[in-house]
């Protein structure tokens, strides 16, 4: 399985984070739910002239054994229009020596990607989404398991036969996929605070949270707005969790233009409100009737319930009052 050492050029897709410090005020987090995030590179299943290939590094939510969640924007340019893709995922590493990997691939004949349809990266319309899946569907050869202390490729029964003595490993490998929280698209609701965004690096899950500011759903705009904590520039495809550990966004990428708006538009191409100093904000894809409609028609067993009341509170604020809402906040903390 020598294929697994290739050269990447990776395309700059790589996380910004801001970490912090835990304090008397860091709010208790089920952090065991970010197990079932893992790291993935994905790249064109072919050469460029120089023989190299061009690569992305993002991140991707477990939903089921067989299915992984993850933003578009990851995937569009390498797996979009049925194109020939690979999807190399981290399934296990940890400071433990053992090593676990598969790769997918997907292309005309075999679909494994599969982007929201009508994606468009250079809009943000509420009836496009900026969310993929991605079928695990790793054949006998699609993995790699090494003792990477021996420098040593193991079978996948020597791995299994060596996990119990690597819990860090084997918690990564058996993680739980988390259930989703959904939005009614027709209302929007205040989420509540905390909310997590963690990123999976070589075995190593960090994370940063908002638990002083504010996040809504904008039913107008269709996706999640909240006040800016560190990740408006990354962990593409990662997962927004609740403190609980349920999955309540995607981590996403929004179009902005060059004054730094960001603006958006219906189904029609019909101009809605705008979101002026959009740094200042971070905006991800929550889960509307839209996206799990997506969600469903390709993994009708996936897990879900109502975001109200368990994480969020419905109100009748319209999106004005919403961004002023999210203004007051940054300015109090």
Not at 91 to 116: E, G, T
Not at 199 to 204: L, S, T
Request: aromatic letters at 12%; proline letters at 6%; one cysteine or more.
């Amino acid at each position: 399985m020598k294929y697994f050492t290739y050269f990447l050029a990776v395309l700059g897709c790589l996380p910004v984070f801001a970490y912090g410090e835990e304090t008397e005020k860091t709010p208790q987090i089920n952090a065991d739910a970010f197990l079932a995030q893992k790291g993935f590179t994905v790249w064109a299943d072919e050469r460029t002239p120089d023989g190299q290939v061009e690569a992305a590094h993002c991140q991707a939510v477990r939903l089921t054994r067989d299915w992984y969640i993850t933003a578009a924007h990851c995937v569009y340019d390498f797996c979009g229009a049925n194109r020939s893709c690979v999807v190399q995922f981290d399934l296990a590493q940890s400071p433990d020596p053992l090593l676990a990997q598969a790769r997918v691939h997907s292309n005309s004949s075999l679909r494994n990607v599969f982007i929201f349809p009508g994606y468009n990266p250079a809009q943000n319309r509420n009836s496009s989404f900026d969310v993929a899946l991605i079928r695990f569907a790793p054949g006998k050869d699609g993995y790699l398991f090494m003792d990477l202390d021996k420098e040593k490729e193991l079978s996948r029964a020597e791995f299994e036969k060596k996990l119990p003595f690597y819990p860090e490993t084997q918690a990564q490998w058996n993680a739980p996929a988390p259930r989703l929280l959904t939005f009614d698209a027709a209302v929007s609701a205040r989420i509540t605070p905390p909310i997590a965004v963690p990123r999976a690096e070589k075995g190593h899950i960090s994370w940063v949270y908002n638990t002083g500011g504010q996040a809504f759903f904008v039913s107008e705009l269709q996706h999640c707005v909240s006040t800016a904590f560190g990740v408006q520039k990354g962990n593409s495809g990662g997962g927004v969790f609740t403190a609980e550990g349920d999955l309540i966004g995607i981590v996403s990428m929004s179009f902005q233009n060059k004054n730094g708006a960001m603006p958006f538009k219906d189904a029609d191409g019909k101009p809605l409100p705008t979101i002026q100093n959009a740094d200042s904000y971070f905006v991800f894809t929550g889960f509307s009737s839209g996206v799990l409609a997506f969600i469903r028609s390709h993994v009708p067993q996936v897990r879900f319930t109502g975001a109200v009341p368990r994480a969020a509170q419905l109100t009748n604020q319209k999106f004005n009052r919403i961004i002023s809402a999210l203004d007051a906040a940054m300015q109090a903390s």
